[in-house]
């Protein structure tokens, strides 16, 4: 019974988070508010993915022997460069691929 309350509770602060943006129409929010959020997004995708990049099964392997390491580097300069996200990942994944082919499992 407890679990149940608790998602119930859980549900409805949801809500009511996500209602409070959608909700008033005139809802205008302080300028430096408004620049912090525009740094969640990418602050989200980085906590998503470097623990994969330095890291593998819960091991950390900031090396050079790490595949993920080097591939995620090399997308990231390729991306500030050309910010073309096609070509960032298609270069990524190959990088990625040929290097996990080449070395030694890490």
């Known amino acids: 019974m407890a679990l149940v309350v608790?998602?119930?509770?859980?549900?409805?602060m949801t809500y009511l988070v996500r209602v409070a943006f959608i909700g008033p129409a005139r809802l205008t929010l302080p300028p430096g508010v408004e620049r912090a959020l525009r740094f969640v997004p990418p602050a989200a995708l980085t906590a998503l993915v470097v623990p994969d990049l330095v890291g593998h099964n819960g091991a950390l392997i900031p090396t050079l022997a790490n595949p993920r390491?080097?591939?995620?580097?090399v997308a990231a300069l390729l991306a500030w460069r050309t910010r073309n996200i096609a070509l960032t990942?298609?270069?990524?994944?190959?990088?990625?691929w040929l290097l996990t082919a080449l070395l030694p499992p890490v």
Not at 6 to 12: D, E, F, K, R, Y
Not at 89 to 96: Q, R, S, Y
């Open 89 to 96: 990942l298609v270069v990524g994944m190959a990088i990625f």
């Open 69 to 73: 390491l080097i591939a995620g580097v």
């Open 6 to 12: 608790s998602i119930v509770i859980i549900g409805a």
